[in-house]
Nanobody, 128 residues
Framework: QVQLVESGGGLVQAGGSLSLSCSAS????????MGWFRQPPGKERECVAA????????YYSDSVKGRFTISRDNAKNTVYLQMNSLKPEDTAVYYC?????????????????????WGQGTQVTVPS
């Protein structure tokens, strides 16, 4: 089992940057694939970025590609989301999620139902 705690959200002007962190408890962080999701007000939760257990593969949604970067430090049990060139449409609660990896080649998990563990979320607000 793993517990996730996000930090780093806040209010930033359009064009600015924020860096989110997600710290995980436990000693087997490298056994989990990780993802960052967001849920704007009144909308469904969507995956904006995902990373394999080793960090060797990443995924970005079209809406954030080229602006957001996901990374992880398994020694620190932490996954990061660097967000640049923020837009008002990036306003949402951001969640990190973890899923224990399956045997076989590393894979990305992109759907919310694939993740068992979730953080409490952190608000990111970009005023228009």
């Amino acid at each position: 089992q793993v517990q996730l705690v996000e930090s780093g959200g806040g209010l930033v002007q359009a064009g600015g940057s924020l860096s989110l962190s997600c710290s995980a408890s436990g000693r087997t962080f490298s056994s989990y694939a990780m993802g960052w999701f967001r849920q704007p007000p009144g909308k469904e939760r969507e995956c904006v970025a995902a990373i394999t257990w080793s960090g060797g593969r990443t995924y970005y949604s079209d809406s954030v590609k080229g602006r957001f970067t996901i990374s992880r430090d398994n020694a620190k049990n932490t996954v990061y989301l660097q967000m640049n060139s923020l837009k008002p449409e990036d306003t949402a609660v951001y969640y990190c999620a973890a899923e224990r990896i399956e045997p076989g080649p590393p894979r990305l998990y992109l759907a919310s139902y694939e993740y068992e563990y979730w953080g409490q979320g952190t608000q990111v607000t970009v005023p228009s």
